[in-house]
């Protein structure tokens, strides 16, 4: 079982800068991927980054490309989401997600990727 604690979020202003983290307790060998997710009112829960535990690669969503940047420290089995220009549309709850699948490709971002999930932090652009 794994837990994962975010923390980070908050309210800035459009074009400002934000950075996530998510801690990763418990059984955390099980890990292949990591990712962040965001939740607007009334809207799916879309993917946003995700990478992989043991290379490091990562994907991202054509939303954020370029503006977002998820990194990991597998020393403290953390990951971290630097979210900068940021958007009134980058708004709603961000969500920590862990899954045991280490490849590659469109699925690191599909929700059904991952079995752990976050409480989530939110975010407010205005």
């Known amino acids: 079982h794994v837990q994962l604690v975010e923390s980070g979020g908050g309210s800035v202003q459009a074009g400002g800068s934000l950075r996530l983290s998510c801690a990763a307790l418990?059984?955390?060998?099980?890990?292949?991927?990591m990712a962040w997710f965001r939740q607007a009112p009334g809207k799916d829960r879309e993917g946003l980054a995700s990478?992989?535990?043991?290379?490091?690669?990562?994907t991202y969503a054509d939303s954020v490309q370029g503006r977002f940047s998820i990194s990991q420290d597998n020393a403290k089995n953390t990951v971290t989401l630097q979210m900068n220009s940021l958007k009134p549309e980058d708004t709603g709850m961000h969500y920590c997600a862990a899954g045991p699948n280490g490849g590659t490709g469109p699925w690191c971002l599909f929700r059904d990727a991952y079995d752990s999930w976050g409480q989530g932090t939110q975010v407010t652009v205005s």
């Open positions: 418990g059984d955390t060998s099980r890990i292949g991927s």
């Open positions: 990478i992989t535990t043991r290379t490091g690669r990562t």
